[in-house]
């Protein structure tokens, strides 16, 4: 192998074994794709020594195993894979088997293992971060967070200026996590979800003074850590998670559910964050916070947990009681549980499972659009009832209309990130709002912008 001309970026190596000696077999690689990063999830019969190498001109990475076999097939690539063009495996050596991912760019890698957890055996993750799609986001965040202009000298009056309510809006799992399964229409929860959560996602756009922020818009998997990070990023007021519920074999269960951190969970997980960050990973479900990990312990940390605890449960009974009004109550009270999703500092979040999935009727019930957009608009009034009863959250009249032209239509060398940064709205809203399934826009194209009615 010539590695004479390319450049070794990172270069990791982990002897998880004393002996070491037993060979491993890799019995399948999965592959993710979110709009910053690729993961790559490897299924094995046991611990392996791994070695994971992001190589440059041309950009690749490698993972290769000591002492290990796959006689699986490599995933194929999606067209619409933003980074990864390619994969291969080969044999170095009687004892090394070589993964290699092509790649339009240089990326930044991260590794690290899982032990057995739930219907996972041992696995490696690898995690391709693209930083050009990092960079965007994070640059579209920081635009989003900056302070407002500063007030004209000459204006005498200072009017402290509300902004919009921010209700991010996570739509349950998503990409190769399909979550539950429905037991009679195979429906899977990820769609039902996405469904529920674009619904919400227009009820709150039409809200005046309210901004939906939806965490996926597509059928993509996002890191449960990543999730919340997201709606921070966003300053979101509220977080609220979509799922919908099932039972195990052949139990019959009814109705809605909300969930909310509890303080017993929060501490637990502390706990075992700081103990270990690798079972943490187990404890989340098999989902890495790794890379998060001084933000975990930071999140968790926070003082503003307890009081952040006490609003979620104010706003998940806010919302568990609308949904009474459109159908059955799974249980009366909010339910506390130790969902990753919702370990927010500062951000009330909840998490409503919408119905059983699992129970036919409820099945046939959630293919239903006319039902989710039912579910969608008792989830609103529920958030609506939690931000004007809250003495934190007075409902603001309504923005003034703001003097920008409510239609953009595209120019010639603009992109949609140039164009959201223009009107200082996220490229997803704009993505949202318009319908698009990419960020690609043509010259002469006719770009709703936030807040414009509907052309007529
Ligand atoms: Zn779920």
Do not use: C
Request: no cysteine; glycine share 6%.
């Amino acid at each position: 192998m010539k590695l004479t001309r390319a450049f070794l970026i990172v270069s990791m190596l982990w002897s998880l074994t004393a002996v070491g000696a037993t060979p491993v077999s890799i019995q399948n690689l999965r592959m993710w794709r979110a709009p910053d990063n690729t993961r790559l999830v490897f299924d094995l019969s046991g611990v392996a020594e791994y070695h994971v190498s992001a190589l440059e001109g041309p950009d690749r990475v490698l993972v290769d195993f000591d002492k290990a076999s796959f006689k699986g097939a490599v995933p194929e690539v999606e067209a619409s894979n933003t980074l990864v063009t390619a994969v291969r495996d080969s044999r170095v050596d009687n004892d090394t088997v070589r993964f290699v991912f092509e790649l339009k760019r240089a990326v930044k890698t991260r590794s690290f293992v899982l032990k057995p957890a739930g219907q996972y055996g041992h696995r490696l993750v690898v995690d391709l971060m693209d930083p050009q799609a990092e960079a965007e986001e994070a640059k579209a965040a920081a635009e989003e967070t900056a302070p407002p202009p500063p007030v004209a000298p000459t204006s005498r009056v200072v009017m402290p200026k509300r902004r919009e309510w921010v209700i991010a809006i996570d739509a349950g799992h998503g990409g190769k996590d399909p979550g539950a399964i429905g037991r009679q229409y195979r429906t899977r929860e990820k769609d039902v979800t996405l469904a529920i959560a674009l619904a919400l996602a227009r009820l709150v756009r039409d809200e005046p003074g309210m901004r939906p922020v939806l965490i996926r818009d597509g059928d993509y998997y996002v890191p449960l850590g990543r999730r919340f990070q997201r709606a921070r990023q966003h300053r979101a007021d509220v977080f609220v998670s979509i799922h919908a519920d099932s039972m195990p074999g052949k139990k019959i269960a009814y109705g809605s559910s909300v969930y909310a951190l509890s303080e017993r969970g929060a501490t637990h997980a502390l706990a075992r964050a700081l103990a270990d960050n690798e079972n943490y990973a187990d404890l989340v479900g098999g989902v890495s916070l790794n890379d998060k990990t001084s933000d975990v312990k930071r999140t968790l940390l926070d003082l503003s947990q307890e009081k952040t605890i006490e609003h979620s449960l104010q706003l998940g009974e806010d919302v568990l009681s609308e949904l009474g009004q459109i159908g059955k109550i799974h249980s009366g009270r909010v339910a506390q549980a130790n969902f990753a999703v919702l370990k927010s500092p500062d951000i009330p979040s909840v998490l409503v499972e919408t119905a059983f999935i699992s129970t036919p009727t409820e099945e046939k019930k959630l293919r239903d659009a006319q039902y989710q957009s039912q579910l969608a608009s008792a989830v609103l009034k529920g958030l609506k009832r939690y931000l004007v009863r809250n003495s934190r959250f007075e409902m603001a009249p309504p923005a003034p209309e703001a003097p920008t032209a409510r239609v953009h239509i595209v120019k010639n060398g603009e992109t949609l990130n140039s164009i959201a940064k223009q009107y200082n709205v996220h490229i997803e809203v704009l993505r949202f709002i318009n319908n698009l399934s990419d960020n690609r826009v043509s010259p002469g194209l006719r770009l709703r912008l936030p807040g414009a009615e509907r052309e007529s």
